[in-house]
């Protein structure tokens, strides 16, 4: 495999390094600038903050379909699937979605259980954006809670250079070896449009639309027609069949330094579970005849997002205020299927699965003393967040549990230019919960500019998670498990402190070379668990364990005329302190190596685009607990090679394009593992469902 993963890398390198025509689009390149973690938008050279950036022209380059494929082919970010729920949330440092903070444009994003965390990232389509900014380490001053591992802020496109600009695509895949544009079940299918409207010098407009549907793959299932009587085989999907629409609509005014706009987003989520088990049932007509039966079940979800931003000066002092109003609705029926009469015979009642609704306030007040040396920003937030969830209480109970949390929170920040070197940033936050004790974060951050091509950055900070719903109110007992919430949880305490050198020149023959070096220390308290408290099935969340993460990494950057080609490696080591009742879990470090490489060209000539991607993730390694007799265990989970390759050709003056390409070359589907713990009631699994493996995609761009 290996072997292999080096051919294609060679002859594509080679490929393209042969071609020397220039690139103006290279020599012409706006400065690129970030907004996270700034006061204003920054240069991403003078940003106090390491900032990754993932661009559009990246995001069209790997003809990616939501927010998840584009993840995927960074290093230190696993995304997460859930074949059952259809939920894709990213997972970072070791951590999972809980511990990372997704925003658009700098306000978190509403999802099943609260905001910003633990978010489904295939629900975020890419048809308006402009960019993905990634920071990791805890980043609690600035974004509050759950900012433990890092923040992921989608920042959408708000101008145009043109009066009026329409963009409309369309996308047809192949799910492995499942294709039929006309048969149910085969293949994914996506479309959308977008339309830019510039009214007039101060105006501006937007809407978009986006519609991604995935059939489904089977795999070593039969699909939801199946009812044989082996039972070596099963019915159902190993991926799930799930339909998205979403929409949004923008309107923004922009005179001298004052600017507002406001945003409108609607998703609507269709997620079909088919059961693997069925019913055999007699119909004792004296005929011999049985029904096949199944209980399926059917997910609907529909989120709105309000949005309303402003930036303007009062005097000499910088506001910037957001404020939103998300609501998301998960409702869920199950169904009694008659498999060889396709009909549904009875219907449940729907019911809301996770239901939440958020009032979010966030402002920032800088430039008071209007310095270049020194100044200083006060901002606030605020999160009321209302819901209930059926699935807590269990769903033996009649009432979904209904709850909310308030949280206030002022943070204050300060910017020291020592000289044209040297910058420094300490902050600090307070947090005041209705639920829990109040919280206080800092950060220090510092900026030394070692050459006029070079910076090295220094962020230490403190970040809390508050509690999830399902940990505080979790009640799901009968006979066979007892398994609660503890409302008397604490917040998690995370702390990070890091190290970022880069630097970047021009060589010989017009070659342009960027090159990085990073540290990282992630320390989490007070991490809470699901833990057996009594023999034989009784388990209560608990703070009960420690976590720590080291991150080492490098990448570099080779530009030259129409190539851009890039190379990265990191070393990830984890160390998790567990106890269950008498067990101990070790706390030795584990480590993860993974090294990525990307590749674009275009000619110059025919605007032919090339573009590969690679990713490796080596073999993972964590405790797991074997059982209550024998302790803890060291599990195992295979490594694996991703690969994407692209080619796009414009036509007609560039308003028309046609990409093909084929992702996930090396077919990979589940892996192998013995590190996956059980939960209270379930066994692990010795297979992990990454990817439904290799696909054939044709896309089609139509924009003027």
């Given at each position: 495999?290996k072997?292999?993963?080096?051919?294609?890398?060679?002859?594509?390198?080679?490929?393209?390094?042969?071609?020397?025509?220039?690139?103006?689009?290279?020599?012409?390149?706006?400065?690129?600038?970030?907004?996270?973690?700034?006061?204003?938008q920054?240069?991403?050279n003078?940003?106090?903050?390491?900032?990754?950036?993932?661009?559009?022209?990246?995001?069209?380059?790997?003809?990616?379909?939501?927010?998840?494929?584009?993840?995927?082919q960074s290093?230190?970010?696993?995304?997460?699937?859930?074949?059952?729920?259809?939920?894709s949330?990213?997972?970072?440092?070791?951590?999972?979605?809980?511990?990372?903070?997704?925003?658009?444009d700098?306000?978190?994003?509403?999802?099943?259980?609260?905001?910003?965390?633990?978010i489904?990232l295939?629900?975020?389509?890419?048809?308006?954006?402009?960019?993905?900014?990634i920071?990791?380490?805890?980043?609690?001053?600035?974004?509050?809670?759950?900012a433990v591992?890092?923040v992921?802020?989608?920042?959408?496109?708000?101008?145009?250079?043109?009066?009026?600009?329409?963009?409309?695509?369309?996308?047809?895949?192949?799910?492995?070896?499942?294709?039929?544009?006309?048969?149910?079940g085969?293949?994914?299918?996506?479309?959308?449009?977008?339309?830019?409207?510039?009214?007039?010098?101060?105006?501006?407009?937007?809407?978009?639309?986006?519609?991604?549907?995935?059939?489904?793959?089977?795999?070593?299932?039969?699909?939801?027609?199946?009812?044989?009587?082996?039972?070596?085989?099963?019915?159902?999907?190993?991926?799930?069949?799930?339909?998205?629409?979403?929409?949004?609509?923008?309107?923004?005014?922009?005179?001298?330094?004052?600017?507002?706009?406001?945003?409108?987003?609607?998703?609507?989520?269709?997620?079909?579970f088919?059961?693997?088990?069925?019913?055999?049932i007699?119909?004792?007509?004296?005929l011999g005849?049985?029904v096949?039966?199944?209980?399926?079940?059917?997910y609907?979800?529909?989120?709105?997002?309000?949005?309303?931003?402003?930036?303007?000066?009062?005097?000499?002092?910088?506001?910037?205020?957001?404020?939103?109003?998300?609501?998301?609705?998960?409702?869920?029926?199950?169904?009694?299927y008659?498999?060889?009469?396709?009909?549904?015979?009875s219907k449940?009642?729907k019911?809301s699965?996770?239901?939440?609704d958020?009032?979010?306030?966030?402002?920032m007040?800088?430039?008071?003393?209007?310095?270049?040396?020194?100044?200083?920003?006060?901002?606030?937030?605020?999160?009321?967040?209302?819901?209930?969830?059926?699935?807590?209480?269990?769903?033996?109970?009649?009432?979904?549990?209904?709850?909310?949390?308030?949280?206030?929170?002022?943070?204050?920040s300060g910017?020291?230019?020592?000289?044209?070197q040297?910058?420094?940033?300490?902050?600090?936050?307070?947090s005041?919960?209705?639920?829990?004790?109040?919280?206080?974060?800092?950060?220090?951050?510092?900026?030394?500019?070692?050459s006029?091509n070079?910076?090295?950055?220094?962020?230490?900070?403190?970040?809390?998670?508050?509690?999830?719903y399902?940990?505080?109110?979790?009640?799901?007992?009968?006979?066979?498990?007892?398994?609660?919430?503890?409302p008397?949880?604490?917040?998690?305490?995370?702390?990070?402190?890091?190290?970022?050198?880069?630097q970047?020149?021009?060589?010989?023959?017009?070659?342009?070379i960027?090159?990085g070096?990073?540290?990282?220390?992630?320390d989490?308290?007070?991490?809470?668990?699901?833990v057996?408290?009594?023999?034989?099935?009784?388990?209560?969340?608990?703070?009960?364990?420690?976590?720590?993460n080291?991150?080492?990494?490098a990448?570099?950057?080779?530009?030259?005329d129409?190539?851009?080609?890039s190379?990265?490696?990191?070393?990830?080591?984890?160390?998790?302190?567990?106890?269950e009742?008498e067990?101990?879990?070790?706390t030795?470090?584990?480590?993860?190596?993974?090294?990525g490489?990307?590749?674009n060209?275009?000619?110059?000539?025919?605007?032919?685009?090339?573009?590969?991607?690679y990713?490796?993730?080596?073999?993972?390694?964590?405790?797991v607990?074997?059982?209550?007799?024998?302790?803890?265990?060291?599990?195992?989970?295979?490594?694996?090679?991703?690969m994407?390759?692209?080619?796009?050709q414009?036509?007609?003056?560039?308003?028309?394009?046609?990409?093909?390409g084929?992702?996930?070359?090396?077919?990979?589907?589940?892996?192998?593992?013995?590190?996956?713990?059980?939960?209270?009631?379930?066994?692990?699994?010795?297979?992990?469902?990454?990817?439904?493996?290799?696909?054939?995609?044709?896309?089609?761009?139509?924009?003027?």
């Amino acid at each position: 495999m290996k072997k292999k993963v080096l051919s294609v890398l060679s002859l594509s390198i080679a490929f393209w390094m042969n071609a020397q025509e220039k690139d103006s689009l290279t020599k012409n390149k706006i400065e690129e600038v970030v907004i996270t973690g700034q006061y204003t938008q920054q240069s991403i050279n003078k940003s106090i903050y390491k900032v990754d950036v993932i661009d559009a022209q990246q995001i069209k380059n790997m003809a990616a379909t939501n927010v998840a494929d584009v993840l995927n082919q960074s290093l230190n970010i696993q995304i997460t699937p859930d074949t059952r729920s259809g939920n894709s949330t990213a997972n970072m440092m070791g951590l999972d979605g809980n511990y990372v903070k997704i925003l658009i444009d700098n306000i978190p994003v509403v999802g099943d259980t609260g905001l910003g965390s633990n978010i489904d990232l295939t629900k975020l389509s890419l048809n308006n954006i402009e960019r993905i900014e990634i920071v990791k380490g805890s980043m609690g001053v600035e974004y509050g809670n759950g900012a433990v591992a890092g923040v992921i802020n989608i920042i959408t496109r708000k101008t145009s250079a043109k009066k009026v600009a329409v963009k409309a695509s369309l996308q047809e895949e192949t799910v492995r070896n499942n294709y039929d544009l006309k048969k149910k079940g085969n293949g994914r299918h996506i479309q959308n449009f977008n339309v830019d409207y510039n009214i007039d010098s101060n105006w501006f407009a937007n809407i978009s639309f986006n519609h991604n549907q995935f059939m489904g793959y089977e795999g070593e299932s039969r699909g939801y027609k199946y009812f044989g009587t082996d039972p070596e085989i099963k019915r159902g999907y190993e991926w799930n069949p799930k339909d998205q629409y979403d929409a949004s609509a923008l309107i923004r005014y922009t005179k001298n330094k004052t600017s507002f706009y406001y945003k409108l987003s609607y998703l609507n989520e269709k997620f079909n579970f088919y059961n693997p088990e069925m019913s055999r049932i007699p119909l004792n007509d004296g005929l011999g005849g049985v029904v096949y039966q199944s209980r399926d079940r059917e997910y609907n979800t529909n989120r709105w997002i309000h949005q309303f931003n402003i930036q303007a000066n009062l005097g000499n002092i910088r506001y910037m205020g957001d404020f939103s109003y998300q609501t998301q609705d998960r409702k869920y029926f199950d169904y009694n299927y008659d498999i060889p009469n396709r009909s549904v015979t009875s219907k449940d009642e729907k019911r809301s699965y996770y239901q939440t609704d958020i009032v979010y306030s966030r402002g920032m007040f800088s430039n008071f003393l209007n310095n270049k040396t020194f100044d200083f920003q006060l901002g606030y937030e605020l999160d009321y967040t209302n819901g209930q969830a059926a699935l807590i209480a269990g769903q033996f109970f009649g009432d979904s549990v209904k709850r909310n949390i308030f949280t206030y929170s002022n943070f204050v920040s300060g910017e020291w230019n020592i000289s044209d070197q040297f910058s420094v940033r300490p902050g600090a936050r307070l947090s005041v919960s209705d639920r829990f004790d109040n919280q206080f974060n800092y950060s220090l951050s510092a900026r030394l500019k070692t050459s006029e091509n070079s910076n090295l950055r220094a962020v230490a900070g403190t970040a809390n998670r508050f509690p999830t719903y399902d940990e505080l109110f979790t009640y799901f007992v009968n006979i066979n498990h007892d398994l609660q919430g503890n409302p008397d949880l604490n917040p998690e305490k995370g702390f990070s402190a890091g190290l970022f050198w880069d630097q970047n020149f021009s060589a010989g023959n017009d070659w342009k070379i960027a090159y990085g070096v990073n540290a990282l220390y992630l320390d989490v308290q007070d991490r809470i668990e699901m833990v057996m408290v009594k023999k034989p099935s009784t388990y209560k969340y608990m703070n009960l364990n420690t976590y720590r993460n080291m991150l080492l990494s490098a990448n570099v950057d080779f530009r030259k005329d129409q190539l851009a080609f890039s190379l990265r490696g990191s070393v990830n080591g984890t160390s998790v302190s567990m106890n269950e009742l008498e067990h101990t879990s070790p706390t030795d470090f584990q480590y993860l190596v993974q090294a990525g490489a990307s590749a674009n060209y275009k000619l110059k000539n025919s605007g032919t685009g090339f573009s590969l991607y690679y990713k490796y993730t080596g073999p993972g390694r964590n405790y797991v607990l074997e059982s209550d007799s024998e302790g803890f265990r060291l599990g195992k989970t295979d490594g694996f090679h991703m690969m994407d390759f692209i080619v796009s050709q414009p036509f007609w003056k560039d308003h028309l394009e046609v990409s093909v390409g084929v992702k996930n070359i090396f077919d990979v589907t589940s892996l192998n593992s013995t590190a996956n713990a059980g939960s209270a009631h379930t066994a692990g699994a010795d297979r992990i469902n990454l990817y439904y493996g290799r696909s054939y995609f044709a896309r089609l761009i139509y924009q003027f």
